[in-house]
Each structure stands twice: as C-alpha cells, then as structure tokens.
C-alpha cells in the first residue's frame, strides 16, 4: 500500500490550491479516504471524508464551505479542493485510507504528507 | 482545544511502564471504538491500536489498549528510547458527523 500526495506550496490568504493523493497497492474503490492535517507545533485534525463510491462526504467544521473533497477512482487518486484559504490552514496535509468493518474503523496506512503554507 | 483530552506530556525510563488516558463523551469514546497512532515529526503517522485494544500485524505487544465507558488509554510496557513520539487518540464523533483526535501526548524516555 503506498498513498502519495501532491499539490503543496505557499499561496496567498484568499487564494486556493488542489491537493492530490495517488494510491496503490490495493482496490482503492472499496476504501474510503480521509484527509488529516497538521498545523504547525499543533496535534493532528481530521479535514474531510470521502465513501468509496464518492456518494458520500463529511467535513470538520473549520474547512466546511470551503474545502471539497472528491475522488476519481479510474485513476486511484483522491482530491482535496481548497478555496478561500486563511493562514490557520497552513499545515501538513496527509492522506489517509479507511479500514471499516461494521463494527470498527480506523486509518490504517498513511501518506507522508504535503505542506501548505497560506501566507502573503 | 481537543474534543479528545489527553496529557500533553509523559515519560518514563527505559524497561518501565507508562500509561497515556483519553478521555471523551458518549458522542465519540462512549459509542465507538478508539485508535492510537503514533507519530514521529516529518513522517507518516503509523497506526498503533485500532478497535480499542487491537495491535495491527507489525506493531509489538509491548503496546496494549483499552477503553472503558467515554475514556481509553494506551499502556507501552518495556520502554525503548525507539518508543519517544507523539502520541494520539481518535475516535468517530456523532455529533460532529466526523472524526476526532485528541491533542496529542509528547513521551518521553529519559
């Protein structure tokens, strides 16, 4: 299992970027997809959900409304939208599938994560 | 501020046995299971436990968890210097409609 993210950089408060997390080494359309991420000297945040099939999404209130989180699953790769970016989104962003049983679920296998830094 | 507490900070010496607690509400620890991860800065986080108190296939027995009512805890027996990291729980949250962590605890082996 390798999950690769992409799409990083400094942009300016207001501004947006598009992450990407490419998967391999599993069905990815039977995963869901999460992103966590990590502000600087901070613990981790979850961001966004996403079901396998991409019917289905969940956000943390702090990105709600801005962020968009999709998935192409053609090409294994899950995406995460983000618009109207303020300073306090500046983080770590990491990729993380979803183990889910019917009674239990977790991130069992993790990116290495991509920096955003939202600054002027 | 975390919807999951834990203690910012723990340690011990190596060969000794530390315990980190999590503790939460009946929205989040009092009605799902809860995972630890590990996570040591600039690499990817690594999955500890998962359903409360199991150890996925890699990871050593010297790490035990488990929960009982709204709060869990991860125990880590026989200390190694390798053990020092950061720490966290999580756990699905129903009011929130979305995962939680906790803040995070840093330990360290003296």
């Known amino acids: 299992v390798q999950l690769v993210e992409s799409g990083g950089g400094l942009v300016q408060p207001g501004g947006s970027l598009r992450l990407s997390c490419t998967a391999s080494g599993f069905t990815f359309n039977i995963h869901a997809m999460s992103w966590v991420r990590q502000a600087p000297g901070k613990g981790l945040e979850w961001v966004s959900l996403i079901r396998g099939s991409g019917g289905s999404t969940s956000y943390a209130d702090s990105v709600k409304g801005r962020f968009t989180i999709s998935r192409d699953n053609s090409k294994s790769t899950v995406y995460l939208q983000m618009n109207s970016l303020r300073a306090e989104d500046t983080a770590v962003y990491y990729c993380a599938r979803v183990l889910q049983t019917s009674s239990w679920s977790t991130f069992d296998y993790w990116g290495q994560g991509t920096l955003v830094t939202v600054s002027s | 501020q975390s919807v999951l507490t834990q203690p910012p900070s723990a340690s011990g010496t190596p060969g000794q046995r530390v315990t980190i607690s999590c503790s939460g509400s009946?929205?989040?620890?009092?009605?799902?299971?809860v995972n630890w991860y590990q996570h040591l800065p600039g690499t990817a986080p690594k999955l500890l436990i998962y359903s409360n108190n199991q150890r996925p296939s890699g990871v050593p027995d010297r790490f035990s968890g488990s929960k009982s009512g709204t709060s869990a805890s991860l125990a880590i027996s026989g200390l190694q210097s390798e053990d020092e990291a950061d720490y966290y729980c999580a756990a699905w949250d129903d009011s929130l409609n979305g995962w939680v962590f906790g803040g995070g605890t840093k330990l360290t082996v003296l």
């Open positions: 009946s929205t989040n620890i009092g009605s799902y299971t």
